[in-house]
């Protein structure tokens, strides 16, 4: 009766390790024949509909295209957990981890060194120094802010344009911010604009907390704000949704959230986009062919469709918005805001 206890419990907890990394492990990744993905979120969780589960999005579409052969997720409920939820594919032997946010660049790197037989993808991880084994995937935000920006002025009433949200301490948070301050000002140096970051917290929770968000941006609408713009996973949805439901133009993040909130898609104006999915999967194809590259690769931004409030655009807006898009991309238009915050 003993032995059959003890068996019980060997197999609880090796259900309770396989659900932890997304479902059940049923090929074995340290084979040549195997090419595994697996991917560390940050404590943003897979299902957060902006950033994690794109780039998770971008994993699965390694797989749907054939690429991959196995992929799985863990994710990381405590930042103390990076280093250990990384190993947990280091050890099993997968060919490629995908690590999700700037938080997670040290335990990336560093993981590198302990596998050097692993391909590192760190999305929002600039690579400053070169790590071996590590491939940083980043957008510049500050594009893709400027254009939601010029679009929050040209599409004001009231003059006045509120932005909510996680820490400036990530560069990527900080650009998309000033990005959008910036874009706004190319349109009316006059306009009023507010913006604020979830800086009175601990990682754990800058990027968790939609009620803060709603709270803030609430309290800006109050104010006459009539356009909110909000990033930084479920603190940022928690102000678009906040914004929906007063009614107003909400702006999302990462990816088209018009598709990912359909709570608040009715007053979704559009999103600033870094083409997440399509640059994991286009990274990780290039690892499995031994095409990847050590250092820095910029992935694509821009700025969702108009959907549901696409007849409120005039075609003058319309139109400013591509000629912006088109300068930002030829250079002739600049941002002029930093990597990181000064």
Same mark, same amino acid.
Do not use: C
């Given at each position: 009766m003993k032995k059959l206890y003890f068996v019980m419990a060997l197999v609880i907890i090796a259900s309770m390790v396989l659900t932890a990394c997304g479902g059940a492990a049923t090929q074995d990744c340290k084979s040549d024949k195997v090419f595994c993905v697996g991917l560390v979120t940050d404590v943003g969780k897979v299902d957060d509909?902006?950033?994690?589960?794109?780039?998770?999005? =971008?994993?699965?579409?390694?797989?749907?295209? =054939?690429?991959? @052969?196995?992929?799985?997720y863990v994710e990381t409920t405590d930042a103390k957990d990076y280093a250990k939820n990384i190993g947990q594919f280091g050890d099993a032997g997968y060919d490629v981890v995908v690590?999700?946010?700037?938080?997670?660049?040290?335990?990336?790197?560093?993981?590198?060194?302990?596998?050097? @037989?692993?391909?590192?993808?760190?999305?929002?991880?600039?690579?400053?120094?070169?790590?071996?084994?590590?491939?940083?995937?980043?957008?510049? %935000?500050?594009?893709? =802010?400027?254009?939601?920006?010029?679009?929050?002025?040209?599409? +004001? %009433?009231?003059?006045?344009?509120?932005g909510v949200f996680a820490t400036d301490a990530v560069p990527p948070v900080w650009r998309f911010g000033e990005g959008y301050r910036a874009g706004a000002m190319y349109i009316n140096p006059d306009i009023e604009i507010s913006i604020v970051y979830h800086n009175d917290v601990g990682f754990d929770k800058t990027f968790t907390d939609p009620e803060w968000a709603a709270n803030s941006a609430n309290a800006m609408i109050d104010q006459g704000v009539d356009v909110i713009f909000a990033g930084g996973g479920k603190t940022g949805n928690g102000a678009v949704v906040a914004a929906a439901q007063r009614k107003i133009y909400a702006i999302g993040v @990462? +990816? @088209?959230?018009?598709?990912?909130?359909?709570?608040?898609?009715p007053q979704i104006l559009s999103s600033a986009m870094k083409l997440i999915v399509p640059g994991v999967a286009e990274l990780v194809k290039a690892a499995k062919e031994g095409k990847i590259a050590d250092g820095n690769f910029v992935g694509a931004a821009g700025y969702a469709p108009y959907h549901d409030l696409d007849a409120k655009v005039s075609a003058e807006t319309k139109a400013k918005m591509e000629e912006i898009a088109k300068g930002l991309l030829d250079g002739s238009i600049k941002t002029n805001v930093a990597p990181v915050k000064p």
């Open positions: 509909k902006s950033f994690n589960q794109s780039a998770w999005e =971008g994993v699965q579409k390694a797989k749907a295209d =054939g690429v991959a @052969d196995v992929v799985q690590t999700v946010g700037f938080a997670l660049a040290e335990a990336t790197a560093a993981a590198a060194k302990t596998y050097p @037989d692993v391909r590192f993808i760190g999305v929002d991880q600039f690579q400053a120094d070169v790590t071996p084994g590590v491939t940083g995937l980043n957008f510049p %935000e500050d594009n893709a =802010g400027f254009l939601v920006g010029a679009l929050a002025a040209m599409m +004001t %009433e009231s003059g006045k344009i509120g @990462d +990816t @088209d959230q018009y598709l990912t909130l359909p709570e608040a898609a």
